[in-house]
């Protein structure tokens, strides 16, 4: 790296043993000249890649400081103003319960039996006095003030290790502050890809992969996410009367992340390691019961301080929602992805930034499949509650616009208020009368973005049982805040029960998938996206995987998490057996397209099934995976082609092929990415390619969407491979599908954790799984999918109104 050598940069502390001191892992040390290479042997490789990765996503030093800063004062702020209104607040002055005389000289009459804001506000000595004869409040201020200089020297601590990564990027990346937002964190991977070729931070591997980065920032995360995959955590409760429902809040979260990964009795010895003692099968039973003992300590002190938690939870609930609720009542009919859905559709290796576009675009989908369930009899009790509440709205409006003095009239602006939020609540309950019922192509758009979706949903997207099940992952904002609420009440009943029933599993579990990475330290092994070891033989990896139920991904969590990571990082180099299932998976495609439409038809179909969709304001690539999605659609229906010669009918599957197979590589902006953040347009042969073709769909979506030519290579090439990625994703649902509806009636249903540890062969007793629960649906479900797939087999339009569904 040119002009490297002039910086006399800084250097981690040299340490050659297991762990460094308490509290020095992370200093940084000036290196005087001649002393060996910068920025050498950098042991929490961790914290110092996710410190890149957070600083590059939260756009800078000044960002970072600004949010920590104001964390601070909204801290100080909740607990004081709270304070302020418990105990310096005259109530019954401020609600005119008490007259106040006002002997004032230069007052009028009218102006004496005001109440003035500063009447209702007692006088500091005597605020003061109240303050200091409540001891419960002194309490909670000190709980407060130590809780407070906590945060402070944490906040202390993370500016100091900002300007450290500050100046990594300023002096080793050369990357300007001013210019960081114009660089991708591809772009940013590849020159710490590169630094370590230069200058070793690793010294056990001398040269780092995108892979090994992510495995650095998302060890725990991944372990996350298999957990949920094999639905081990106790996220699903049943609750009387109303059956079963998914609770994972960001305290349970934090709990589990506690017990598990970095608390002081958690299973790994360091960021990094697992302890020993874990990775043996002799005493594991021994090991559950000390980990039931954590779980159960744990519990308890949440249950201890359930009461300052909630307090805390109500009232920054209500600072934080009130004013939005007065102004927008509707936002709580709003939707938003549930922290168990972004688990549960979350990649193995997928980063936040990557995971919330990915979400973010199957978002209006979503919205759109979910609006679409309303009931009739709560419309009509909807549209007449409406017309009632308007009524009376009408005309107060109308008698404060005769005369302003209506106000002063009690609760009046109280009763505008409430019977504006009653028409707002109740308009959401009413209808678009031009709506068109299509659940089954609104569902598969949604699938485009999301990936995963389970097998019974297919030709049952019309059922309100799918629909609550989708309300799993896509909840409402208010059962949100509802659930944050309970959350402190709730979280020491679920540690202290269900988790402690699941110890042995637990144990068994990170010993059975933990692998140790040279360079990298021990991981989950479902994150190495293995094919052969985790795999699924009714996603595409049929004799290439040896994995027996146990150790299969469910939902083929393994082969779309293994294609999406090649997609992103088309630069990565796979394992043998990773490229093999890709090399099939290539042919397959190639195979199936050549029964499907041909790409230029499909763009000719994209404004009519951008209509169809209701996406009139896509981009190219969305218009595209719209044409995709209905084109078997339009061609079961009957519907001429341009040419007006009729079409034979296709599938999705090879629909989406299709347009795989004309993927031009030469053509794609996301194949090649420079390594230099100046983006050059270079046409050369990308190394990193999935398809190759003599057709391009990249310069035809372009020059039919004048906003993409607008756009920088970087946002296309984004654009690009995300589509990409959802085609992918259909198409190889479509074709698990087709296996399983073809499949001879066998079943493969989730199997709970157990000992692996004995040699001789284990034998698996394949039994029907009945249950349609989130996180645990097997991937052979015959008897369910048999009647459901009779009726897809035949795509007819589903294209009916309201009423007539």
């Known amino acids: 790296m040119a002009g490297f050598e002039t910086y006399q940069e800084y250097q981690r502390i040299e340490d050659y043993d297991e762990d460094s001191p308490p509290g020095e892992e992370d200093l940084l040390i000036h290196v005087p000249e001649g002393r060996g290479d910068p920025w050498h042997h950098i042991k929490n490789l961790d914290n110092f890649f996710t410190r890149i990765y957070h600083f590059h996503q939260k756009n800078g030093f000044a960002c970072m400081v600004l949010s920590e800063f104001f964390e601070l004062v909204q801290f100080l702020f909740v607990v004081t103003f709270t304070t302020f209104l418990f105990n310096c607040v005259e109530y019954d002055v401020l609600f005119a319960n008490r007259a106040v005389n006002h002997t004032g000289q230069s007052l009028g009459p009218l102006d004496r039996s005001k109440v003035t804001l500063p009447d209702a506000i007692l006088p500091s000595e005597q605020c003061t006095e109240r303050i200091q004869g409540n001891s419960w409040i002194i309490f909670l201020?000190?709980?407060?003030?130590?809780?407070?200089?906590?945060?402070?020297?944490?906040?202390?601590?993370?500016?100091?290790?900002?300007?450290?990564?500050?100046?990594?990027?300023?002096?080793?990346?050369?990357?300007?502050?001013?210019e960081l937002c114009n660089f991708t964190w591809q772009e940013v991977q590849n020159r710490l890809i590169l630094l370590q070729r230069e200058h070793p931070m690793c010294v056990q591997k001398r040269e780092l992969s995108e892979l090994d980065?992510?495995?650095?920032?998302?060890?725990?995360k991944n372990y996350t996410v298999a957990m949920i995959n094999k639905s081990l955590l106790p996220v699903r409760l049943r609750v009387p009367f109303i059956g079963d429902v998914i609770f994972l809040t960001q305290g349970?979260?934090?709990?589990?992340?506690?017990?598990?990964?970095?608390?002081?009795?958690?299973?790994?010895?360091?960021?990094?390691?697992?302890?020993?003692?874990?990775?043996?099968?002799?005493?594991?039973?021994?090991?559950?019961?000390?980990?039931?003992?954590?779980?159960?300590?744990?519990?308890?002190?949440?249950?201890?301080?359930?009461?300052?938690?909630?307090?805390?939870?109500?009232?920054?609930?209500?600072?934080?929602?009130?004013?939005?609720?007065?102004?927008?009542?509707?936002?709580?009919g709003a939707h938003r992805w549930s922290l168990y859905g972004r688990l549960y559709l979350r990649h193995f290796n997928e980063l936040d930034h990557e995971l919330q576009g990915r979400l973010g675009r199957g978002y209006k989908p979503a919205a759109k499949?979910?609006?679409?369930?309303?009931?009739?009899?709560?419309?009509?009790?909807?549209?007449?509650?409406?017309?009632?509440?308007?009524?009376?709205?009408?005309?107060?409006?109308?008698?404060t616009v005769y005369d302003e003095d209506v106000l002063t009239v009690q609760h009046i602006l109280t009763a505008i208020t409430v019977l504006g939020v009653i028409i707002t609540v109740t308009r959401s309950f009413i209808p678009d009368e031009h709506m068109v019922w299509c659940p089954e192509q609104l569902l598969q758009c949604v699938l485009a973005h999301i990936h995963y979706m389970p097998d019974h949903w297919?030709?049952?997207?019309?059922?309100?049982?799918?629909?609550?099940?989708?309300?799993?992952?896509?909840?409402?904002?208010?059962?949100?805040?509802?659930?944050?609420?309970?959350?402190?009440?709730?979280?020491?009943?679920?540690?202290?029960f269900p988790l402690r029933s699941k110890s042995l599993e637990i144990i068994d579990f990170f010993r059975n998938f933990t692998v140790d990475v040279a360079g990298v330290g021990d991981i989950c092994s479902f994150a190495q996206m293995d094919i052969r070891r985790h795999g699924n033989p009714q996603w595409m990896s049929e004799g290439q995987t040896e994995a027996s139920v146990y150790q299969q991904a469910e939902n083929g969590k393994t082969e779309?998490?293994?294609?999406?990571?090649?997609?992103?990082?088309?630069?990565?180099?796979?394992?043998?057996?990773?490229?093999?299932?890709?090399?099939?998976?290539?042919?397959?495609v190639h195979q199936d397209a050549q029964t499907g439409p041909s790409t230029q038809l499909?763009?000719?179909?994209?404004?009519?099934?951008?209509?169809?969709?209701?996406?009139?304001?896509?981009?190219?690539?969305?218009?595209l995976l719209a044409s995709v999605l209905a084109h078997p659609v339009l061609t079961a229906s009957g519907l001429p082609g341009r040419n007006r010669r009729f079409v034979s009918p296709s599938s999705a599957a090879s629909a989406a092929a299709s347009v795989l197979a004309s993927l031009s590589s030469s053509q794609q902006p996301h194949a090649s990415r420079s390594r230099s953040h100046t983006l050059q347009p270079s046409r050369q042969q990308p190394d990193?390619?999935?398809?190759?073709?003599?057709?391009?769909?990249?310069?035809?979506?372009?020059?039919?969407?004048?906003?993409?030519?607008?756009?920088?290579?970087?946002?296309?090439?984004?654009?690009?491979?995300?589509?990409?990625?959802?085609?992918?994703?259909?198409?190889?649902?479509?074709?698990?599908?087709?296996?399983?509806?073809?499949?001879?009636?066998?079943?493969?249903?989730?199997?709970?954790?157990?000992?692996?540890?004995?040699?001789?062969p284990q034998t698996v007793t394949l039994v029907p799984h009945t249950s349609g629960r989130l996180g645990g649906w097997a991937e052979e479900d015959e008897e369910e999918q048999g009647d459901e797939e009779e009726i897809n087999s035949n795509p007819e339009l589903q294209h009916t109104s309201r009423g007539s569904s």
């Open 141 to 178: 201020l000190i709980m407060a003030a130590i809780f407070w200089v906590y945060r402070l020297v944490k906040v202390i601590c993370n500016v100091l290790s900002y300007w450290e990564i500050r100046q990594f990027y300023i002096k080793a990346l050369k990357i300007q502050m001013d």
């Open 213 to 220: 980065i992510y495995h650095r920032i998302l060890r725990f």
């Open 252 to 332: 349970l979260k934090y709990n589990f992340e506690l017990i598990l990964f970095w608390g002081p009795l958690s299973l790994f010895q360091n960021k990094w390691s697992l302890h020993p003692k874990y990775k043996r099968a002799a005493n594991r039973h021994d090991l559950a019961k000390q980990l039931s003992r954590v779980i159960l300590l744990t519990g308890l002190v949440n249950l201890l301080l359930c009461p300052f938690v909630l307090v805390w939870q109500v009232l920054y609930a209500f600072f934080s929602y009130a004013e939005v609720i007065k102004r927008e009542p509707g936002s709580l």
């Open 369 to 399: 499949y979910m609006n679409a369930f309303v009931s009739p009899l709560l419309a009509v009790l909807a549209k007449n509650v409406a017309f009632f509440s308007g009524s009376v709205l009408a005309v107060l409006i109308a008698l």
């Open 458 to 496: 297919k030709g049952s997207a019309n059922k309100s049982e799918t629909r609550d099940e989708m309300a799993q992952l896509f909840q409402y904002k208010a059962v949100f805040i509802l659930e944050e609420l309970l959350s402190p009440i709730i979280t020491p009943f679920i540690l202290i």
């Open 560 to 588: 779309l998490s293994l294609m999406h990571f090649t997609i992103k990082n088309p630069q990565w180099q796979p394992p043998q057996d990773s490229s093999v299932f890709i090399s099939h998976l290539k042919e397959k």
């Open 602 to 623: 499909l763009l000719s179909e994209a404004p009519l099934c951008s209509s169809l969709l209701s996406n009139e304001s896509g981009t190219g690539p969305d218009n």
């Open 688 to 760: 990193g390619h999935m398809y190759n073709s003599e057709h391009t769909v990249a310069d035809s979506m372009s020059a039919s969407d004048p906003r993409m030519l607008s756009q920088s290579r970087s946002a296309l090439a984004s654009e690009f491979a995300s589509a990409e990625m959802s085609l992918h994703a259909i198409y190889m649902h479509e074709v698990h599908q087709q296996k399983t509806h073809h499949s001879s009636g066998q079943f493969q249903a989730p199997v709970p954790m157990r000992d692996m540890s004995a040699s001789a």
